[in-house]
């Protein structure tokens, strides 16, 4: 656990240094940037654009794609009065992303994470983003984490550790010890509703052979949620394959 929490301690300073440098990372530089007002940070130069992937807007309803376009320019007029709209911004990115444009929903979301410095709402899409649709996992982890360190009290943590676990267990593979790790951390912070991630790490645990640890996490489920027959059968079935291995 002390190695854990150092690995996330290590990730977390690069996610704290990494927003002052993520414009070059990402392509977003000074020659891509407009200024709306002098006291807000540049913000990306192509907003008021959607740059349609032909194949996705293929798969959307026509009265649904009118209604988004609609929202889409009312969304321009809300950012040329009030640029620093938070709302506006990450409404933006989800429509940009809608039609396929993704990079143009990086960098609104992006920009609302920079000029919203303790909301954590825009740094979920663009992790969600990273992960399903850019499959860069590297950027995800960031996402994620620094989602984390906002401490956004509008975020349920839990759903945020698990998943950050689910992305080092199914996609950041080179990172896949990590997985049950993460849940542990969640799970020493009491942050309240621990079930799901106890039912979580139990399965990991089991589908990896680690009898002694998955028998743990489910005695921890059962224990707060005892009627679950199922949960029952399956510490059943985790002891025999535990005992047999003690023979």
């Keep these: 656990m002390k190695k854990l929490i150092i690995i996330v301690i290590v990730i977390l300073v690069a996610a ?3 927003f002052v440098w993520q414009k070059g990372w990402f392509g977003f530089g000074e020659g891509d940037t407009v200024v709306l007002r002098e006291d807000l940070p540049p913000a990306p130069g192509g907003y008021k654009t959607i740059h349609e992937d032909p194949a996705v807007v ?3 309803p026509i009265d649904v794609a009118v209604t988004y376009r609609e ?3 009312e969304i321009i007029k ?4 009030h640029p620093d709209s938070f709302g506006a911004w990450f409404n933006m990115g989800s429509i940009k992303s809608v ?3 993704y990079k143009g929903a990086e ?7 920079e000029i919203s410095p303790l909301q954590a709402r825009s740094l979920i899409n663009l992790a969600d983003l990273y992960q399903n649709k850019l499959k860069d996992y590297k950027k995800a982890e960031w996402a994620y984490v620094l989602a984390l360190e906002r401490h956004d009290a509008s975020v349920d943590a839990v759903i945020l550790y698990r998943e950050l676990a689910s992305l ?8 896949k010890e990590l997985a049950i790790s993460i849940l542990e951390q969640a799970l020493d912070m009491n942050l309240g509703n621990d079930s799901e991630l106890l039912a ?3 399965m990991w645990a089991w589908e990896d052979g680690n009898f002694e640890k998955a028998t743990s996490f489910y005695e921890q489920f059962l224990a707060q949620n005892p009627d679950q027959e199922e949960a029952k059968k399956d510490l059943e079935r985790i002891r025999k394959r535990e005992s047999l291995l003690k023979q």
């Design 71 to 73: 929202g889409f320019e």
């Design 78 to 81: 809300t950012i040329e009065e």
């Design 99 to 101: 039609f396929g444009d």
């Design 200 to 202: 979580l790490a139990g």
């Design 16 to 18: 704290g240094t990494f």
């Design 107 to 113: 960098e609104a979301w992006l920009y609302a994470t």
């Design 58 to 60: 293929a798969e959307i």
């Design 168 to 175: 080092y267990r199914f996609s950041y593979t080179e990172k």
